[in-house]
T-cell receptor
Framework: QQQVKQSPQSLIVQKGGISIINCAYE??????FPWYQQFPGKGPALLIA?????SEKKEGRFTISFNKSAKQFSLHIMDSQPGDSATYFC??????????????FGQGTILTVHP | DAGITQSPRHKVTETGTPVTLRCHQT?????MYWYRQDPGHGLRLIHY???????DKGEVSDGYSVSRSKTEDFLLTLESATSSQTSVYFC????????????FGPGTRLTVT
């Protein structure tokens, strides 16, 4: 069962543009929503994360927007750079007893930023 | 890199042979996880551990077993490898000091021929 749906599968933007990746979840018990960045041959690296008690979190050029009622969250990359070219994954989990931290991932978005 | 190492980093094995992958952490975290990554599927949880000798199944646990006899080591075993288990395997740790964060190791690329 796919509980986290991510779109688009691939995204091409020009340098300096805004990259937007969207995710939707089904399980209302989820209370932790991280985004990971992965370069070829590397493990996923935690980029930014949000909890449902806030609607937005910003770290540098990266912003998560969270809509609890719609069960959606998105990653915005401002002033996109060629070095941002990577695969991005959204994920979700809930802190329920021994299930703490079990992440359910979206399918990933391949971002290409053209110079 | 959260002090996570995985071994081996690459392995080619034949169908039907047993394989064990090792995850080692240096930071004494309670929670450890094994995921597999396949094209079109993102990452999927295989097994996880919430303490020494405390483990549980994830989304895709069939054909896999795990063991955790020490805090720092989490082993993933494929009892009899199949071609469908060709994948990249990632170990992760859950850092619970303050805000929860999960960090991944460098991965093991396993090919079953």
């Amino acid at each position: 069962q796919q509980q986290v749906k991510q779109s688009p599968q691939s995204l091409i933007v020009q340098k300096g543009g805004i990259s937007i990746i969207n995710c939707a979840y089904e399980n209302t018990a989820f209370d932790y929503f991280p985004w990971y960045q992965q370069f070829p041959g590397k493990g996923p690296a935690l980029l930014i994360a949000i909890r449902p008690d806030v609607s937005e979190k910003k770290e540098g050029r990266f912003t998560i927007s969270f809509n609890k009622s719609a069960k959606q969250f998105s990653l915005h990359i401002m002033d996109s750079q060629p070095g941002d070219s990577a695969t991005y994954f959204c994920a979700a989990s809930y802190a329920g007893g021994t299930s703490y931290g079990k992440l359910t991932f979206g399918q990933g978005t391949i971002l290409t930023v053209h110079p | 890199d959260a002090g996570i190492t995985q071994s081996p980093r690459h392995k080619v094995t034949e169908t039907g042979t047993p394989v064990t992958l090792r995850c080692h952490q240096t930071e004494n975290h309670r929670y450890m996880y094994w995921y597999r990554q396949d094209p079109g599927h993102g990452l999927r949880l295989i097994h996880y551990s919430y303490g020494v000798k405390d483990t549980d199944k994830g989304e895709v646990s069939d054909g896999y077993s795990v063991s955790r006899s020490k805090t720092e080591d989490f082993l993933l075993t494929l009892e009899s490898a199949t071609s469908s288990q060709t994948s990249v395997y990632f170990c992760a740790i859950g850092r619970t000091s303050g805000v929860y964060e999960q960090y991944f190791g460098p991965g093991t690329r396993l090919t079953v021929t």
